[in-house]
């Protein structure tokens, strides 16, 4: 192989890996799992924040 088809292989191997490693790049969080996440939020955290808020002015 000449030189010039080598040089040509190596540029189309390195888009491949640019390609292979932009689609392994991590991802944030799914549309389920960030709805999951406000949900939570909002039924657990929320109330539990309100009910420590309370107590803590009943003390003063």
Same mark, same amino acid.
């Given at each position: 192989?000449?030189?010039?088809?080598?040089?040509?292989?190596?540029?189309? %191997?390195?888009?491949?890996?640019?390609?292979?490693?932009?689609?392994?790049?991590?991802?944030? %969080?799914?549309?389920?799992?960030?709805?999951?996440?406000?949900?939570?939020?909002?039924?657990?955290?929320?109330?539990?924040?309100?009910?420590?808020?309370?107590?803590?002015?009943?003390?003063?």
């Amino acid at each position: 192989m000449n030189e010039e088809t080598n040089k040509e292989i190596l540029k189309e %191997l390195r888009n491949l890996n640019e390609k292979v490693d932009h689609l392994i790049a991590t991802k944030g %969080l799914s549309t389920p799992y960030k709805l999951l996440a406000v949900f939570i939020g909002f039924a657990v955290i929320g109330p539990l924040v309100a009910v420590i808020l309370s107590v803590l002015l009943k003390l003063f």
